[in-house]
């Protein structure tokens, strides 16, 4: 028959230690291995037994621990003769404080992710139309969240917004109106689509586009030009840099993809 569990005036075993400190036996036996809290006593069984001095101990071992200290540096405050504890437990007190700025920068941080996860543009009204422009309709953000939320794409361009600022913005804006600028003086020099001008400008706008926004796919492009073209604000928008710009954009776009094999007739999203 297996032993009789021992009564507490004879100590407690490794089970009914853990319990009352809220430790795991791992922890115990591990603190047993290295030399940190060993147990005074044995049952005749030779089970481990720890006096009421040796879970006093491992009282204080816990409570080291929950500040943050390591095994070596408990062992030096419980057992260094020379060890300077208040000195010792300022210097954990530094790190806590460092790791709670640490933290708290990185709540400010997931506020902005989730930020930019729900409304696209971390800018307020006022931010929006000073860097996108006066034709900008903050709208259009919440109706991207509505019909892209749930894609690779929103969640790249969430990330993107969620580490940018106004300065940011504004230069990503400055590209894209480069391009749009570049589209509108080739429409008017009679540049046709299809040809190495048009070309070349239609991948502009998909580099320029995906370093700004995500990653766009010579079939995304297609998909979106055509957007471009048959949304009305979207259509007012480049219409506004050059009347019928809108749907000459989508004839470039789509002769562009005709050269990569690419049939804009069948073009989906992705």
Same mark, same amino acid.
């Given at each position: ?27 115990? *036996? *591990? ?5 940190? %809290? ?16 040796? &879970?006093?101990?491992?009282?204080? @071992? ?27 437990? =300022?210097?954990? =007190?530094?790190?806590?404080?460092? =790791? %709670? ?12 992710? @989730?930020?930019? *996860? ?6 307020? %009204?006022?931010?929006?139309?000073? @860097? ?17 939320? $749930? ?36 429409? $008017? ?10 070309? =070349?400008?239609?991948?502009? *706008? ?32 480049? $219409? ?11 004839? @470039? &776009? ?12 069948? %073009?989906?999203?992705?």
């Amino acid at each position: 028959m297996p032993a009789a569990p021992p009564a507490p005036s004879d100590g407690l075993t490794v089970g009914q230690v853990a319990t009352r400190l809220g430790v795991t036996v791992r922890a115990l *036996h *591990h603190w047993d291995e290295i030399g940190l %809290a060993r147990p005074s006593a044995r049952t005749a069984a030779g089970y481990r037994l720890y006096t009421a001095d040796d &879970v006093e101990r491992l009282q204080r @071992i816990v409570v080291y621990r929950e500040t943050g200290l390591g095994l070596d540096a408990v062992r030096a405050v419980l057992d260094g003769p020379t060890t300077d504890v208040p000195a010792a437990l =300022r210097a954990q =007190r530094a790190e806590v404080a460092a =790791r %709670a700025e640490r933290l708290r920068q990185l709540g400010v941080g997931l506020d902005g992710f @989730i930020e930019a *996860h729900e409304r696209g543009l971390v800018l307020t %009204a006022e931010q929006q139309a000073a @860097i996108l422009g006066p034709g900008w309709d903050p709208g259009w953000s919440a109706e991207a969240r509505r019909r892209y939320g $749930d894609t690779a794409e929103w969640l790249r361009y969430a990330e993107r917004s969620a580490s940018r600022g106004p300065q940011e913005w504004q230069g990503a804006a400055d590209a894209l109106a480069g391009v749009e600028v570049a589209l509108g003086e080739a429409m $008017d020099d009679g540049v046709v689509p299809g040809g190495p001008e048009a070309n =070349r400008l239609a991948e502009r *706008h998909r580099e320029v586009f995906s370093a700004s926004c995500f990653p766009l796919s010579r079939q995304m492009q297609v998909c979106l030009a055509r957007r471009f073209e048959a949304e009305p604000g979207f259509a007012a928008h480049y $219409d506004g840099v050059r009347p019928g710009l809108a749907s000459w954009f989508r004839r @470039i &776009v789509d002769a562009n993809a005709r050269t990569h094999g690419i049939d804009p007739a069948t %073009a989906t999203w992705e």
